[in-house]
């Protein structure tokens, strides 16, 4: 087969326009074929016909609360002083529900009656009709009950039945079959070799599809050959409404999927202007749509977003699904590509009143950010991002009762955070700590700017040998007495080597040792501040060390790379070294604070968080990680 490089980057506007002409000209369903169900097997299909009521719900004037039906023109006159005595010829009992005795109007509670020898003694009268369900009051025979394109509901069957539907006429449900590509993928439960990943995006795409209504089925993961993958996808396409191919949709040499559907059917679309997801391909074979997801899972699940969902949502005759908007402050600055609409998954939480979002890793890889993020920010292609603080419109994932309960957490990163997040969580599920890790300096920054809730901070200042508060008052001037500092732990910060320290490396005056490879933080990170400092006071040049320039996050993405072998030293905590089973070389014991917005500290969003501090059991856990002492935490230094 001819090398297939991508078609152009098509607006994605444009290329579901194209994908639309492709199966209208191949001959594709528009609609997908009528079926009728009973009402009980009906949920969450589509109605393909209108239902009309057959009967009238109630079928009858009933009574509405347990009491006595009595006619409205007897009671006239009762009060507390005068009140009406009822024969027991002149009332009926009646439980809420019963058909209203002929010729009552009206329904007095139980609640309200007294009785005196059979005589129902009334003290106020009752107007006609109260308390009685007329006939037709929910719905009257021959009324539309539910239109054309209706996706069925719990409340919308329970409606139909009580209408005299049994059956209703509804879309079959769309199925859609994935096919996983690759020679290095192999299925969930088995353990793969190095340069193997596991076939994660079957079962994601699978759930996206039963999410949205489909029946969804993933085959055999294929090999990279071409000739198997088409032989596949000729078999498969006719049993579907949507067949999926992951992976393959790049222009690599293993990558087959745009030339296979060129070959057996018509390929309309090959590289979409999203980011990430931008090896898409879009075409037909055998009058079914294909599409080409690519292989990263934040790609793979976009490319479903954008263009699966509308199509099987026309498919049904349902209307897509919008999520909720919100307004948002940025909480750091946002880089976009020209050319490209940037699809961003941000953290949310409101802070001092107005909603702020924070954006999550961006790699195309990083499955976590699809897990916890709570909304979607849409940066068009025209635009080169946003600054911190702008406000931006951001499509919700979560509900806002959610989002308000959340703290957000900016600055640095700290493995007590998380086990905070998980253990305030697991205490309440409204509740959820965020955190997001762009070093010590910048999180005071963010906090300065209304940005967070809290920052962690623990830089050093090397001319006082004080930790945070001299940073404090630098960034917040006048504002800084208004601030407060609470601690967190003491905690070990130390070289983190391979295990065994197979290289000798004796501290940090090692580092310059040819070809020695150093991990580091990223500029304004207090970690890489306390490095900055140890090397001055031993007078090395940073530019001297192999990889000083090299980047990371976070701790444990520190201690990942010299687990990998990527990296033989990484200044950062001992739990990071104890967490990747890493040996550990000290450096220094230091702070680990929290600096609080200025009159946050007693606000009850943080109280979930000065509780779990205070309690033994968590205090425990953070000594359990290992170099971490919690002798003062939760107490206010400042």
């Not at 579901?16 to 949920?43: Q, T």
């Not at 139980?110 to 059979?118: I, K, V």
């Not at 769309?174 to 969930?188: C, F, N, S, Y």
């Not at 909720?324 to 802070?351: C, E, F, I, N």
Request: aromatic share 4%; proline share 8%.
């Amino acid at each position: 087969m001819p090398s297939s490089p991508f078609i152009r980057d098509v607006p994605a506007a444009q290329a579901l326009e194209a994908w639309r002409a492709a199966r209208e000209a191949a001959g594709c369903p528009w609609r997908l074929p009528v079926i009728e169900v009973a009402i009980a097997e009906a949920a969450g299909l589509v109605t393909a016909v209108p239902v009309w009521a057959t009967r009238s719900s109630p079928p009858f004037d009933a009574a509405g609360m347990d009491g006595i039906a009595v006619r409205a023109a007897d009671t006239l006159g009762a009060s507390e002083t005068t009140p009406v005595l009822l024969e027991p010829g002149d009332y009926d009992v009646v439980d809420t529900g019963d058909p209203m005795p002929a010729g009552r109007d009206a329904v007095v509670m139980r609640e309200h009656l007294h009785y005196d020898d059979g005589r129902a003694e009334l003290r106020a009268a009752v107007p006609p009709y109260q308390h009685v369900r007329s006939i037709g009051e929910d719905v009257s025979a021959g009324e539309l009950l539910l239109p054309a394109g209706h996706r069925l509901r719990a409340v919308d069957l329970a409606a139909a039945a009580a209408a005299g539907a049994t059956r209703v006429s509804v879309r079959r449900r769309p199925v859609v079959l994935i096919l996983p590509t690759g020679d290095e993928v192999r299925p969930i439960g088995s353990e793969p070799g190095p340069g193997q990943i596991l076939d994660t995006n079957s079962l994601m795409l699978a759930e996206q599809a039963t999410e949205a209504g489909c029946e969804a089925r993933c085959l055999p993961i294929e090999p990279d050959d071409p000739e198997r993958i088409a032989a596949v996808v000729t078999a498969a396409a006719p049993q579907c409404d949507l067949l999926i191919i992951i992976a393959g949709s790049s222009a690599g040499r293993d990558d087959y999927t745009a030339r296979v559907v060129a070959s057996a059917g018509t390929l309309a679309v090959h590289g979409v202007a999203v980011r990430p997801g931008h090896p898409v391909v879009l075409g037909v074979v055998e009058r079914t749509p294909v599409l080409g997801a690519p292989g990263y899972p934040v790609s793979a699940a976009l490319t479903f977003d954008i263009f699966a969902e509308p199509l099987l949502s026309s498919l049904s005759g349902a209307p897509r699904t919008r999520r909720p908007r919100t307004p948002a402050r940025l909480a750091r600055k946002l880089a976009s590509p020209l050319g490209m609409d940037d699809w961003v998954r941000v953290r949310l939480g409101v802070v001092g009143g107005t909603m702020v979002a924070t954006p999550l890793p961006r790699g195309a890889g990083v499955l976590t950010s699809l897990v916890r993020a709570d909304g979607l920010l849409v940066v068009p292609a025209g635009v080169e991002g946003h600054h911190a603080g702008s406000t931006v419109s951001v499509e919700l994932l979560r509900g806002l009762d959610e989002i308000s309960g959340t703290i957000v957490a900016i600055g640095s990163h700290d493995l007590v955070l998380d086990l905070a997040a998980s253990a305030l969580r697991a205490d309440d599920a409204m509740v959820t700590l965020a955190s997001s890790n762009v070093g010590s300096l910048g999180g005071l920054v963010a906090l300065r700017d209304g940005l967070c809730h809290i920052a962690g901070s623990h830089l050093l200042d090397p001319a006082t040998g004080q930790y945070t508060v001299p940073y404090v008052d630098r960034v917040f001037g006048a504002a800084a007495p208004d601030v407060a500092i609470v601690r967190l732990v003491h905690r070990e910060q130390g070289l983190l080597v391979a295990p065994g320290n197979p290289l000798g490396i004796g501290g940090i005056g090692a580092l310059t040792r040819p070809g020695l490879r150093y991990v580091n933080r990223q500029r304004g990170a207090g970690t890489r501040v306390l490095l900055d400092h140890e090397l001055g006071k031993l007078g090395i040049d940073p530019h001297a060390i192999e990889g000083y320039l090299r980047e990371e996050p976070t701790h444990l993405a520190v201690a990942a790379a010299i687990a990998a072998g990527r990296a033989d030293a990484g200044l950062g905590i001992m739990a990071a070294a104890k967490a990747f089973g890493l040996g550990f070389l000290p450096v220094t014991r230091e702070p680990y604070d929290l600096v609080v917005a200025p009159g946050a500290l007693d606000s009850p969003q943080l109280a979930p968080l000065w509780s779990l501090l205070r309690s033994d059991g968590f205090q425990s856990a953070v000594t359990e990680l290992g170099g971490y002492s919690a002798k003062e935490m939760g107490r206010r230094i400042r």
